[in-house]
């Protein structure tokens, strides 16, 4: 049995859907578990009605306009795809959601995001799964929030692999078809509540079904033609990488590589399933292979060197930390902040330690550095020293700043060995 994961490009239009039905049909009788994502940049627009919703409540006209701009844009896939015949559970999807926003108190915004947000995948995976059924690719539907289950950390739940386990394997065995269609990103709480995994999260679904399955393979289809040595958006000397082991992998979505959500790796690396990342558009290109470390290619002869690579994030805020009674910093205090970050899921990027202060560079998401700060309040402050930071990791390679860097100031530098990380604001 194989896993499929198809990401928002690969489903943004009615070509598109067209495109990974031909790719599941030349898998043949192959058993395959297809992840999908939300069409396009429909996530992003499902944020935008979350944020309107938390302004004005269940009065709030924007986020119904913009609600019904992404139903109209849904409608003009599906009726493309249906030739006007259009499933009901489409529209049903639309109508839930409108009467969840039209009903709901703001209360936990973390939960309301989850339960907007998730209507995404639920969508994109009826339209395709539909799609399919009507052109003879029978398959069916699988509600992953019944199969994946998470704590109650919304917008990036926490698995709980043991009961995801069971669950899972019990739901694909109730699957009578070859074809399993189901939705990335999403998870359920125990008590029947939706959650997501983080965004991007989808390629983490599908690991998570390769693990549980114990699948031959995982195939994430995207539109590159593999893992690139960069961000071929942002650097132009971009290259493909063939292969990479895990331990290599991890290291380039540790530094915030997006090609691969950070959390794939790891089940994958637990049950030696390979990994490829192949272009849906280019069919003849095998891709990138991220399987473990072939014997005898060690050190001596150069195969498990890293590549080189370059990592670009922005949209960092730089924290000082520093203690309530001006004292230094004592290992125990940093103990402290680490745990905190950890229980509010923070991760930093970066970080400096000075005699009175403590610096880390973390995503600019007020929510969890609010968290931290409550958390923490007791014996230190907090503060956001700058909020629009980048951080520019380079492995191995002399590299001429692009523009969007070149304009900004570098801030911090560190160097180890063939790795250099500058932090610009
Ligand atoms: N649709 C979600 C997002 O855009 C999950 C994913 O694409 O992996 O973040
Ligand atoms: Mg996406």
Same mark, same amino acid.
């Given at each position: 049995?194989?896993?499929?994961?198809?990401?928002?490009?690969?489903?943004?239009?009615? !070509?598109?859907?067209?495109?990974?039905?031909?790719?599941?049909?030349?898998?043949?009788?192959?058993?395959?578990?297809?992840?999908?994502?939300?069409?396009?940049?429909? =996530? *992003? #627009?499902?944020?935008?009605? @979350?944020? #309107?919703?938390?302004?004005?409540?269940?009065?709030?006209?924007?986020?119904?306009?913009?609600?019904?701009?992404?139903?109209?844009?849904?409608?003009?896939? #599906?009726?493309?795809?249906?030739?006007?015949?259009?499933?009901?559970?489409?529209?049903?999807?639309?109508?839930?959601?409108?009467?969840?926003?039209? !009903?709901?108190?703001?209360?936990?915004?973390?939960?309301?995001?989850?339960?907007?947000?998730?209507?995404?995948?639920?969508?994109?995976?009826?339209?395709?799964?539909?799609?399919? /059924?009507? *052109?003879?690719?029978?398959?069916? @539907?699988?509600?992953?929030?019944?199969?994946?289950?998470? *704590?109650?950390?919304?917008?990036?739940?926490?698995?709980?692999?043991?009961?995801?386990?069971?669950?899972?394997? &019990?739901?694909?065995?109730?699957?009578?078809?070859?074809?399993?269609?189901?939705?990335?990103?999403?998870?359920?709480?125990?008590?029947?509540?939706?959650?997501?995994?983080?965004?991007?999260?989808?390629?983490?679904?599908? &690991?998570?079904?390769?693990?549980?399955?114990?699948?031959?393979?995982?195939?994430?289809?995207?539109? $590159?033609?593999?893992?690139?040595?960069?961000?071929?958006?942002?650097? =132009?000397?971009?290259?493909?990488?063939?292969?990479?082991?895990?331990?290599?992998?991890?290291?380039?979505?540790?530094?915030?590589?997006?090609?691969?959500?950070?959390?794939?790796?790891?089940?994958?690396?637990?049950?030696?399933?390979?990994?490829?990342?192949?272009?849906? !558009?280019?069919?003849?290109?095998?891709?990138? $292979?991220?399987?473990?470390?072939?014997?005898?290619?060690?050190?001596?002869?150069?195969?498990?060197?890293?590549?080189?690579?370059?990592?670009?994030?922005?949209?960092?805020?730089?924290?000082?930390?520093?203690?309530?009674? #001006?004292?230094?910093?004592?290992?125990?205090?940093?103990?402290?902040?680490?745990?905190?970050?950890? /229980?509010?899921?923070?991760?930093?990027?970066?970080?400096?330690?000075?005699?009175?202060?403590?610096?880390?560079?973390?995503?600019?998401?007020?929510?969890?550095?609010?968290?931290?700060?409550?958390?923490?309040?007791?014996?230190? $402050?907090?503060?956001?020293?700058?909020?629009?930071?980048?951080?520019?990791?380079?492995?191995?390679?002399?590299?001429?700043?692009?523009?969007?860097?070149?304009?900004?100031?570098?801030?911090?530098?560190?160097?180890?060995?063939?790795?250099?990380?500058?932090?610009?604001?």
């Amino acid at each position: 049995m194989k896993v499929f994961k198809f990401g928002g490009a690969s489903v943004k239009d009615a !070509s598109a859907v067209k495109n990974v039905s031909n790719i599941i049909s030349s898998f043949g009788n192959e058993q395959l578990v297809v992840v999908v994502s939300a069409m396009g940049k429909t =996530t *992003n #627009a499902l944020e935008e009605i @979350w944020k #309107a919703f938390l302004k004005e409540g269940k009065d709030s006209l924007e986020a119904l306009r913009l609600l019904e701009k992404l139903k109209l844009e849904h409608l003009d896939i #599906a009726s493309e795809l249906f030739e006007g015949n259009l499933p009901d559970s489409i529209l049903e999807e639309f109508a839930h959601l409108r009467s969840f926003i039209a !009903s709901r108190k703001v209360l936990n915004e973390q939960f309301i995001y989850d339960q907007i947000v998730s209507k995404g995948e639920m969508i994109s995976t009826k339209i395709v799964s539909e799609y399919l /059924n009507r *052109n003879e690719l029978l398959n069916n @539907w699988l509600d992953v929030r019944d199969c994946i289950f998470t *704590n109650r950390n919304f917008r990036e739940g926490i698995v709980d692999w043991d009961r995801t386990e069971k669950q899972l394997s &019990a739901a694909y065995k109730n699957c009578e078809k070859d074809i399993v269609i189901t939705q990335g990103f999403l998870g359920g709480t125990a008590e029947g509540m939706t959650t997501t995994l983080g965004r991007e999260g989808s390629d983490y679904s599908a &690991a998570i079904f390769a693990y549980c399955l114990n699948a031959e393979d995982l195939t994430i289809w995207k539109d $590159v033609p593999g893992v690139l040595s960069a961000d071929p958006r942002k650097f =132009t000397r971009a290259q493909l990488i063939n292969k990479l082991s895990y331990q290599q992998a991890m290291q380039m979505t540790y530094h915030g590589a997006k090609v691969i959500h950070h959390k794939t790796i790891k089940p994958l690396f637990e049950k030696a399933i390979p990994l490829i990342v192949r272009s849906f !558009s280019d069919l003849e290109k095998p891709g990138t $292979v991220i399987c473990p470390k072939s014997k005898g290619t060690g050190r001596k002869n150069g195969n498990s060197e890293m590549p080189p690579f370059i990592v670009h994030l922005n949209g960092l805020a730089m924290l000082r930390i520093t203690r309530k009674n #001006a004292l230094p910093f004592s290992e125990n205090d940093l103990a402290s902040i680490y745990v905190a970050m950890g /229980n509010t899921y923070n991760h930093a990027h970066f970080s400096l330690r000075e005699a009175d202060a403590f610096l880390l560079l973390v995503d600019y998401q007020e929510f969890r550095i609010q968290s931290l700060s409550q958390v923490l309040e007791e014996h230190f $402050v907090i503060q956001v020293i700058e909020r629009d930071c980048d951080l520019l990791t380079v492995h191995d390679q002399d590299i001429v700043l692009p523009d969007f860097l070149a304009s900004k100031r570098q801030w911090m530098n560190l160097k180890t060995g063939k790795l250099e990380q500058t932090v610009f604001y």
